[in-house]
């Protein structure tokens, strides 16, 4: 059975940074590009980065680029997220995703980020 257990989520105040984890199970997780979205308060799911099977390619949402850093270790079956700058506008449940539609999700973790 597929498992995707995030953890890491907080509040913090506008600036500061967090890291989110993302323990994977169930599947050949070095076979998978992998993925992290988020659900906003009253908003649709909403794709936030990507990561490929290496780790050398990644992707970013535009409006995260530059402060948030996706990564891996396929050694640990671990996804991670380095959320840095945050802001009001990044608070939201993240969810770690073998899909980029968020079908193939986790339960997710939250991040808040207010003063």
């Known amino acids: 059975v597929m498992q995707l257990l995030e953890s890491g989520g907080g509040l913090v105040q506008p600036g500061e940074s967090l890291r989110l984890s993302c323990a994977c199970s169930?599947?050949?997780?070095?076979?998978?590009?992998m993925y992290w979205v988020r659900q906003a308060p009253g908003k649709s799911l909403e794709w936030v980065s990507t990561i490929g099977r290496s780790g050398i390619f990644k992707d970013y949402v535009d409006s995260v680029k530059g402060r948030f850093t996706i990564s891996r270790d396929n050694s640990k079956n671990m996804l991670y997220l380095k959320l840095n700058g945050l802001k009001s506008e990044d608070t939201a449940m993240y969810y770690c995703?073998?899909?980029?539609?968020?079908?193939?999700r986790g339960q997710g973790t939250q991040v808040t980020v207010s003063s």
């Open positions: 169930g599947f050949d997780f070095g076979d998978y590009d």
């Open positions: 995703s073998r899909d980029r539609e968020g079908t193939w």
